[in-house]
């Protein structure tokens, strides 16, 4: 079981993103989500941290499982999260940008979260994203990095019943 989750609210063109103020990502802008608790599942996990964070109260047939995340460091496999996407019809989330706990949370255009140019945006939510963005299979997004740089990203297959 991987440790962390992560999901990007989606509004018409508009990203729900939090620009964190703490490590991992210390200063970059991210979906929403956090660390499962012991005994969680990664849907009851990640539907508590976007409650958490952004007020909402999202039902489980709202948030669509994108797929994972790994990450593989200096050539050994170092952790994942597993990601998902949620569509319009949220509840109001309203005072944004606003400051919370975990940094400041505000409504972003896609494009610009996803624009290869912005490194203001955590550097591989550029290579998994954009195909949970169009609703493609859930697949593993594997991240490889090298001395701290970030290499590529290759999409695997995902085996759908190991993760529903």
């Not at 969680?40 to 948030?63: C, F, N, Q, W, Y």
């Amino acid at each position: 079981m991987l440790e962390y989750n992560v999901a990007f609210l989606r509004r018409g063109d508009l990203l729900l993103v939090l620009n964190r103020s703490k490590p991992p990502l210390l200063g970059l802008w991210n979906g929403v989500g956090g660390k499962l608790e012991p005994g969680e599942s990664p849907l009851e996990s990640v539907l508590r941290e976007i409650g958490e964070e952004t007020g909402l109260a999202l039902k489980e047939d709202a948030i669509r499982f994108g797929g994972i995340v790994t990450w593989e460091i200096d050539g050994r496999m170092a952790g994942g999260m597993y990601a998902y996407t949620a569509d319009a019809g949220l509840g109001d989330i309203g005072g944004l940008p606003r400051e919370t706990a975990d940094g400041i949370l505000a409504w972003k255009p896609a494009a610009w979260v996803l624009n290869p140019e912005n490194r203001g945006v955590a550097g591989h939510v550029r290579y998994f994203l954009p195909p949970m963005l169009e609703k493609s299979p859930a697949a593993e997004y594997r991240c490889l990095f090298r001395e701290g740089q970030l290499l590529t990203c290759e999409c695997l297959p995902l085996d759908l019943s190991l993760y529903t």
